[in-house]
């Protein structure tokens, strides 16, 4: 079946533009995880749903980062007044949210996302 | 807190020879631990995992890592590398609780194979 899917794979924007990025989940996940990963290391984590609901968004950097997930299934990473620093891949994972422990989570592709 | 320390940056092999990609983790808990890998220009994609069954655990590709936790070690090991191989590969562990399990990822080894 189709895995985690993200658009748009790649972003140019300028210093100071709103951008959004989209994470569409394996069909029937209903955790979805927001992951950033900075040129030269690991993920780090961002933000978690459980169905619509933002049960932890402790790694999200500023409150220049927002995100939703309005219906259960496709979550939009939502960045105000980008800096050069918010370059970076912005990874999306899904996991079933059934298992009531630690489950495996699916990773997109990514956005890669450029701020000149 | 849980933390990941992936002691090579990166590990050069020959073609045929074989692979260590070494791990230590800190958790709190009884950890569930992954090892993920990340060809160029493409997702991450999970190798093994393990929690808390069998302290060795087998995944794709004939890679394998054991459990260790007296020494808090998830290296990642495998008898004969092959070119298709090289990629980074990346030590994950997870504590999880009411609010989910996040992962925690390492810095990351650069594995490169030689012909």
């Known amino acids: 079946g189709a895995g985690v899917s993200q658009t748009p794979s790649n972003k140019v924007t300028e210093k100071g533009k709103y951008v959004e990025l989209r994470c569409d989940p394996i069909s029937g996940h209903t955790a979805l995880y927001w992951y950033r990963q900075s040129l030269g290391q690991g993920p780090e984590f961002l933000i978690y749903f459980q169905g619509t609901g933002a049960a932890d968004d402790s790694g999200l950097p500023n409150d220049r980062f927002f995100a939703v997930r309005p219906e259960g299934s496709v979550s939009t990473l939502k960045i105000q007044r980008t800096e050069r620093g918010d370059s970076a891949v912005y990874l999306c994972?899904?996991?079933?949210?059934?298992?009531?422990?630690?489950?495996?989570?699916?990773f997109g592709p990514g956005t890669r996302l450029l701020v000149l | 807190a849980q933390s990941v320390t992936q002691l090579d940056s990166h590990v050069s092999v020959s073609e045929g020879t074989p692979v260590l990609l070494r791990c230590n983790y800190s958790s709190s808990y009884s950890p569930s631990l992954f090892w993920y890998v990340q060809h160029p220009n493409k997702g991450l994609q999970l190798l093994l995992k393990y929690t808390s069954a069998a302290t060795l655990v087998k995944g794709i590709n004939g890679f394998e890592a054991e459990f260790k936790k007296s020494e808090t070690s998830f290296h990642l090991t495998k008898p004969s590398a092959h070119m298709s191989d090289a990629a980074e590969y990346f030590c994950?562990?997870?504590?999880?609780?009411?609010?989910?399990?996040?992962?925690?990822f390492g810095g990351g080894t650069r594995l490169m194979v030689k012909p």
């Open positions: 994950v562990v997870s504590d999880y609780d009411n609010a989910g399990n996040m992962l925690t």
């Open positions: 994972a899904s996991s079933s949210g059934l298992a009531g422990g630690v489950e495996t989570q699916y």
